[in-house]
């Protein structure tokens, strides 16, 4: 069992749960922007790759 004191906390959760839920926003745009055959609107959805990166980054820096 983890002692609640002793617990590593990650205190850049809350960015990484905004970021990712960005990503899935730019994401549902992306689709969206594709099934209707917008690429302009596609090409602004594509923000959803940065928001990933940096959400993935994050993360990995956090559990390092």
Do not use: W, Y
């Not at 926003?25 to 990933?52: F, M, P, V, W, Y």
């Amino acid at each position: 069992m983890i002692d609640k004191q002793r617990r590593p906390t990650f205190a850049g959760a809350t960015d990484l749960v905004a970021h990712a839920k960005a990503a899935a926003r730019h994401l549902e745009d992306l689709c969206a922007a594709c099934t209707n055959g917008d690429k302009a609107a596609a090409r602004a959805a594509l923000q959803a790759i940065s928001e990933l990166e940096l959400a993935r980054a994050m993360l990995r820096t956090g559990l390092e």
